[in-house]
């Protein structure tokens, strides 16, 4: 590794790999910088060892090397002379869709089809404890909570802020589910609340945690979204 004395700036990734966001991170804190500059880069993820080097060579930055920090790997980067496509990058991140197949299977379940990733979906409303597939509705709950959950995660690594453990239970249900099965002709079969408690175990104050799930709401893409169109109420819960 080359002798650094000094960098000119630094940011944390925090448990990010190259592939979720870390190199929109570097990029972002190596953009003011000048060519010929060190940035450091502080990560916990240990993909980034391999991955940060070839990310290196075809953007034309210099690798300079790592060393082991305070439960961290501090990378260095000396900026080269390709940061013209940083502003590409960050508009096509900005205009990313989200595309998904639907196919319908030979009973009332249809096949979902996800970049590499296919799963079942059943009948939106099954009452059964145990059904072949999960419903939609229940995805739906489920895309939530993920959403919410591994953001509260992913906001908390960026700051090193550290966790123990999360779990988030949620509830929702139909204003009336009778008039989705035909079985009523009035009402409406949109779901007309969600409830829960998220439960987070932390040696961090109540004030940080507090913070960061502010912030995990206002920037969760389908927080925002759902809560356009349905009331959502769910309760911090600080288990120390």
């Not at 060519?35 to 916990?44: A, F, V």
């Amino acid at each position: 590794m080359e002798n650094i004395r000094s960098v000119d700036a630094v940011c944390d990734g925090g448990d990010l790999d190259c592939g979720s966001g870390l190199l929109l991170i570097i990029k972002k804190a190596m953009d003011p910088l000048a060519n010929g500059q060190i940035l450091e880069i502080r990560s916990r993820e240990r993909t980034v060892a391999g991955d940060l080097p070839a990310w290196c060579r075809m953007v034309k930055h210099a690798f300079l090397g790592s060393e082991p920090g305070d439960n961290t790997n501090r990378y260095f980067i000396r900026k080269g002379s390709a940061q013209d496509e940083l502003e590409q990058d960050l508009l096509a991140a900005k205009g990313y869709q989200w595309s998904v197949r639907v196919q319908t299977e030979k009973d009332l379940s249809a096949k979902v089809l996800s970049r590499n990733h296919t799963f079942l979906v059943g009948q939106p409303a099954d009452f059964s404890p145990k059904v072949n597939a999960p419903s939609a509705l229940d995805y739906l709950l489920a895309s939530l909570g993920a959403c919410l959950t591994v953001g509260f995660k992913a906001h908390a690594s960026k700051r090193n802020l550290e966790i123990d453990n999360l779990e988030l239970v949620l509830k929702g249900g139909l204003e009336n589910v009778l008039y989705h099965m035909e079985l009523e002709d009035e009402g409406s079969p949109k779901m007309k609340q969600i409830t829960g408690t998220f439960y987070v175990s932390s040696p961090e104050s109540e004030t940080n945690l507090e913070k960061l799930w502010t912030n995990t709401l206002e920037r969760s893409p389908v927080y925002q979204t759902l809560k356009q169109a349905v009331t959502i109420e769910i309760k911090l819960s600080i288990v120390f």
